[in-house]
C-alpha cells in the first residue's frame, strides 16, 4: 500500500489486492502451498511512508494494523484451526505483525506452540534477545523462529542503517527502536548462524509474479550466495535478470516480485513440518 490521505488502506482496495493476487501471493505465500492450505488475513495495513519515518502517527498506523491480524487470528484458531499443525509466515510490514502475533498470541499459548511447525518473519529486524520462540538452530527442527532481514552484500553500510532505523515491539505493544542484536536467519542453511552459504547450496529462487494461484514455477538455482553479519542477512546479487529489482521508487522499497529463496523456504517448511509430526 503506497499510501495517501490515509495513514492506513481500507480493506479492499482493487490495486492492493491486485498486488497480492499477483505478486504477494505467488511469490512469499506460494513456497508453503504444497505444505497446507492457506490462511491470509485481510488487514488495514499501513502506508509505505508509515515504514519510512519514525513519526509517532506513523507508528500508531502499524499498531492500528496489528488489531485487525490478531482478530483474524484468533478467529482462524477458533473455527478454522483444528488441531492441526501450522505455520506462521508475514514478509515486510505482514513480518513486524507477525512478530507480536507469534509473542502474544502463540507463544504464551501451550497447545498452540505444540502444533506449530515454525514462524517465519521474512524481511524484517526481530530482537535477537528473549526472542518469543527458540530462534532455528537447525533443518531438522520444529516450532522455531526463522527471521531475517536482507541487504545487497555490496552496500556495506546498509545493514547498520537498516538496524539503526528499525523499530521493534516491546511488552507493551508499543514500537521502540531497535536496542541490541537482531536475530539472522540463512534460509540456504535452515539456520539462525552467522556460517557462510556459498551459491552451490542454494535450492532455488523463483519470479512468480502473474502465476495462477497454486502454479509452480521454475526454479533458478545457484543464483546467490549469503550470510549473516552483524545481525542482517548478506545476499550476493543474483544472475538472472529476472530477479533484479526494478520499478519505480516506491516499488523497490517494497517486497521483491520475486523471491530469491523460493525453493529454499518451501523445502524447509517441509522439513520442520516433518520434524513436527515426528514428536
Not at 504444497?34 to 507508528?59: C, E, M, N, V
Not at 507493551?172 to 542453511?189: E, H, M, R, Y
Not at 516499488?251 to 524447509?268: C, G, I, K, S, V
Request: with cysteine; charged share 25%; glycine share 8%.
Amino acid at each position: 500500500f503506497e499510501g495517501g490521505a490515509q495513514w492506513n488502506e481500507p480493506i479492499g482496495d482493487e490495486r492492493a489486492d491486485r498486488l497480492f493476487r499477483r505478486v504477494m501471493a505467488p511469490n512469499y505465500a506460494g513456497p508453503f502451498v504444497r505444505i497446507g492450505r492457506i490462511f491470509a488475513p485481510r488487514y488495514r495495513q499501513a502506508g509505505l511512508y508509515s515504514l519510512l519515518t519514525l513519526r509517532d502517527d506513523a507508528k500508531d498506523a502499524r499498531r492500528f494494523a496489528y488489531g485487525d491480524v490478531a482478530t483474524a487470528f484468533r478467529y482462524w484458531r477458533d473455527h478454522d484451526g483444528g488441531q492441526r499443525p501450522f505455520i506462521v509466515v508475514g514478509v515486510e510490514q505482514g513480518a513486524t505483525l507477525a512478530a507480536r502475533l507469534v509473542a502474544e498470541e502463540i507463544a504464551p499459548n501451550a497447545q498452540l506452540r505444540a502444533r506449530l511447525a515454525g514462524a517465519y518473519l521474512i524481511e524484517t529486524v526481530v530482537p535477537a534477545t528473549h526472542p518469543a520462540l527458540p530462534p532455528c538452530a537447525q533443518r531438522d527442527e520444529a516450532g522455531c523462529l526463522a527471521a531475517w532481514a536482507s541487504v545487497p552484500s555490496s552496500e556495506l553500510d546498509r545493514g547498520k542503517i537498516l538496524l539503526a532505523r528499525a523499530l521493534v515491539w516491546d511488552a507493551s505493544g508499543d514500537l521502540v527502536n531497535l536496542d541490541g542484536p537482531a536475530l539472522c536467519f540463512n534460509p540456504i542453511l535452515g539456520a539462525t548462524t552467522d556460517e557462510p552459504a556459498p551459491a552451490r547450496m542454494h535450492a532455488g529462487a523463483a519470479n512468480a509474479t502473474g502465476l495462477e494461484w497454486g502454479d509452480r514455477p521454475a526454479f533458478l538455482a545457484r543464483q546467490v550466495s549469503a550470510q549473516c553479519e552483524g545481525g542482517v542477512l548478506r545476499v550476493s546479487s543474483p544472475k538472472s535478470a529476472s530477479l533484479q529489482p526494478s520499478g519505480s521508487w516506491t516499488e523497490e522499497r517494497m517486497a521483491p516480485t520475486f523471491n530469491l529463496f523460493y525453493a529454499d523456504l518451501e523445502n524447509d517448511a517441509r522439513a520442520r513440518l516433518a520434524a513436527l509430526t515426528r514428536r
